[in-house]
């Protein structure tokens, strides 16, 4: 097999996605009454967004609401939630233009991958539909069958995603230096790590913070959802 030229990565959440696959899911779980108290848990999830769009939020801290409500619930209950959850948020939030991006890569020959901070029960549906056959995300830890409500490893969140896709590469005996073009999408300061190392760093859809940046260093910016783009990162 001919190793491939390009790497294309790509984040997910305001990068793919016009929203927050994270956020919307704990969403989900309070609307439908399977997070605990509504109230409860829906302010604890604004919470956590606030403080991720600030940059004071830990993997670890994000892991303790995010990854608990996946061990509320036995394993088929939540793939069964997760369906209903792709198709009402997710399906209906898919842009042709997103496809159509990512097609443009494939095509291309280039090895793709999502590169993303959301762990892995949430994302995986998500890559699939999006013709991705490959995530790197936050390994949500499973034992005897049931998910524990902890990270396994290295979570993929602003350094470690580094980590994470050169262990990746590692797997097919690759380094990032093998590639003659490297790419990643990003709508985030907090995937500056990522985005310094790669040939091609592509402000997508970007926050304030991180458009400024991409200006002042001569990245290419693409705004994929414009119309809906809000403060999030």
């Known amino acids: 097999m001919t190793t491939p030229t390009r790497l294309a990565l790509f984040d997910l959440d305001h990068t793919l996605l016009p929203l927050d696959s994270d956020y919307q899911w704990a969403d989900f779980l309070a609307r439908t009454g ?3 108290d ?6 604890r999830n604004e919470e956590l967004m606030e403080r991720y769009n600030a940059g004071q ?13 996946l061990a509320r619930a036995s ?25 159509e991006l990512v097609q443009e890569h494939m095509a291309r020959g280039d090895l793709c991958a999502i590169v993303t901070a959301t762990n892995d029960f949430v994302t995986a549906p998500i890559a699939r539909a999006f013709g ?33 896709v050169d262990d990746w590469l590692a ?5 990032r230096n093998d590639f003659q073009e490297t790419y990643f999408y990003s709508d985030s300061p907090n995937d500056l790590p990522l985005l310094e190392v790669v040939s091609h760093p592509i402000a997508t859809n ?3 913070v991180l458009r400024e940046i991409a200006h002042d260093r001569g990245w290419k910016v693409l705004d994929l959802f414009q119309e809906m783009h809000d403060a999030k990162s």
Do not use: C
């Open 34 to 36: 399977r997070a605990g």
């Open 38 to 43: 509504p109230a409860e848990a829906q302010a």
């Open 57 to 69: 939020l830990t993997a670890e801290q994000s892991a303790e609401f995010m990854l608990g409500l």
């Open 75 to 99: 394993t088929p209950e939540l793939a069964r939630w997760h369906e209903q959850f792709m198709a009402e948020v997710i399906r209906p939030a898919i842009r042709d233009n997103a496809i």
């Open 132 to 164: 991705i056959p490959h995530l790197i995300a936050t390994v949500a830890e499973q034992r005897f069958g049931r998910y524990t409500g902890k990270i396994q490893g290295v979570p993929s969140f602003q350094a470690g995603k580094i980590v994470r």
């Open 171 to 175: 797997t097919m005996g690759l380094k």
């Open 206 to 208: 970007p926050s304030p």
